[in-house]
């Protein structure tokens, strides 16, 4: 089987959101600013909650250099950023691994943005990106005090699988059979 480049045909979406707005899906370069800054304002939510307060900025460049992005990019994955009439307000990589496997980061949408369907569209762009790039399964791992994706993956089909990896930030860890078309 030939394996398409990922991100190839897929470098752009455009989803319709619950509230009715457009959220058009764009594949970046994770040293773009845009990336950077989506990926800071990601990283300054996890890490608040983590500690339960508002995260020192030396803890969320503690944060980026242990969790980076620079593989984000093709041939080993890909970054897309989610915008609404030009404005970033979400976010979500792919890492392409060994055996048909693709595993999602940083899925994320800003918190004044939650609710609206932003997450639901990047997880189904990246599940079909994965899926042109010859993947059948899809999985992430995320900690249980991030409820909001914890539901969005839940209600997306991703069932709860024994630890895969070894982060210990996480306690949850979610896969999902892809259909091959």
């Known amino acids: ?36 800054d989506i990926v800071l304002a990601y990283m300054f939510d996890i890490v608040s909650r983590w500690h339960g307060r508002p995260a020192a900025p030396f803890e969320v460049e503690c944060a980026l250099v242990e969790e980076p992005i620079d593989d984000l990019r ?18 979500g990589g792919l890492r392409f691994v060994d055996n048909g496997i693709a595993e999602m980061t940083k899925v994320f949408t800003v918190p004044g943005r939650r609710g609206g369907g932003i997450g639901a569209a990047v997880l189904h762009h990246l599940e079909t990106v994965a899926r042109e790039h010859g993947c059948s399964t899809v999985r992430l791992d995320t900690r249980s005090d991030l409820t909001e994706a914890c539901r969005l993956y839940e209600r997306s089909g991703f069932v709860r699988v024994e630890p895969f990896n070894d ?9 999902r059979e892809l259909c091959t078309r």
């Open 1 to 36: 089987m030939r394996l398409r480049h990922p991100c190839v045909g897929s470098s752009r979406g455009r989803y319709s959101g619950v509230n009715g707005r457009l959220v058009d899906l764009r594949q970046v370069e994770p040293d773009s600013a845009v990336a950077s």
């Open 167 to 175: 982060c210990r930030y996480s306690d949850r860890w979610y896969e």
């Open 74 to 91: 093709p041939p080993h994955g890909c970054l897309v950023v989610a915008f609404e009439e030009d404005a970033p307000v979400g976010v």
